[in-house]
C-alpha cells in the first residue's frame, strides 16, 4: 500500500513538473515567430536604407578622373541618327544650333552652337551631305581678316539649299543636360531620324561649357 501510495504521489510530481514545460512551449514559439518577423522588417528597412543610399550616391556621383568629352556623346548620337538615315545618305543636312525646351525655342548657348559643329563634323564623316547655309557667295576681304561665314541673312544665298535639317533641344536634368536630336524633311516636315543622350554636368564642366540657363555645378 505504502509501495502504491509513493507511485503515485511520484507520477502527481511529475506531471506538476511536464505542466509548466507544456504551458512555457507556446509562449516560447510566439516570442521565436515575433523575433523572426522583427528581423525579416529590420532586414528590409536595411534594404530600403541602403536602396535610398544608393540613389543619393548616383545623383551626387562625380569622378576623380574620366576621359569622356562632348564628342564622344555627338559621336553616339551621330551613330543613332545614321542607322536610321542609310538609306537616304544622298540628303543634303543643314544643322542648327541646338536650342533649349522653352516657350520661345530659341534660346541657344555654348553647349548648342558646339553641339551642331560637332554633329556637323561627324555627319560628314560619315559620308553624308551637310550644308554650310552660313557660308557667303563671296569672300568678305577686310582688314581684320577675310571671311566667308555671316550670320547676316541678306549676305546669305536665298535659294534652299538643303532638303533636310538636323537640329535638337536641351533639357536641364538633375545628373545632367539631355540632348534630344531628329533630322527633319523641310518639305514634309516628317521626322526621319532621332537619337537621345544625356551628358553630365561633370563632363561639360571638365570641358568650362556653359549652357544659357542652367549652371555647370
Not at 523572426?36 to 576623380?64: G, I
Not at 555627319?123 to 551631305?129: D, E, I
Not at 550670320?151 to 535639317?165: N, Q
Request: aromatic fraction near 6%; glycine fraction near 4%; charged fraction near 20%.
Amino acid at each position: 500500500m505504502k509501495g502504491f501510495i509513493l507511485a503515485s504521489l511520484t507520477l502527481a510530481l511529475s506531471g506538476c513538473q511536464l505542466l509548466p514545460e507544456q504551458s512555457a512551449e507556446p509562449k516560447n514559439a510566439q516570442a521565436s515567430a515575433n523575433g523572426q518577423l522583427d528581423y525579416v522588417a529590420m532586414l528590409q528597412a536595411v534594404e530600403q536604407n541602403d536602396m535610398q543610399q544608393d540613389n543619393a550616391n548616383h545623383r551626387l556621383f562625380v569622378p576623380y578622373q574620366h576621359h569622356k568629352t562632348v564628342v564622344n556623346y555627338v559621336e553616339q548620337m551621330a551613330l543613332e541618327l545614321v542607322d536610321t538615315m542609310q538609306q537616304e545618305s544622298e540628303l543634303g543636312i543643314a544643322i542648327t544650333s541646338f536650342v533649349d525646351l522653352d516657350a520661345s525655342l530659341k534660346t541657344s548657348s555654348q553647349l548648342g552652337n558646339q553641339l551642331s559643329e560637332t554633329m556637323l563634323h561627324q555627319l560628314q564623316k560619315f559620308g553624308f551631305g551637310v550644308v554650310d547655309f552660313k557660308a557667303m557667295d563671296v569672300i568678305s576681304v577686310t582688314s581684320r581678316g577675310d571671311f566667308v561665314m555671316s550670320r547676316d541673312i541678306e549676305e546669305l544665298a536665298e535659294r534652299r539649299i538643303a532638303s533636310h535639317v538636323l537640329t535638337g533641344t536641351l533639357i536641364y536634368r538633375p545628373n545632367g543636360v539631355e540632348v534630344n536630336a531628329r533630322v527633319i524633311n523641310l518639305n514634309s516636315k516628317l521626322v526621319i531620324a532621332s537619337a537621345q543622350k544625356v551628358i553630365p554636368y561633370f563632363v561639360l564642366k571638365n570641358e568650362s561649357i556653359q549652357s544659357a540657363t542652367a549652371s555647370v555645378n
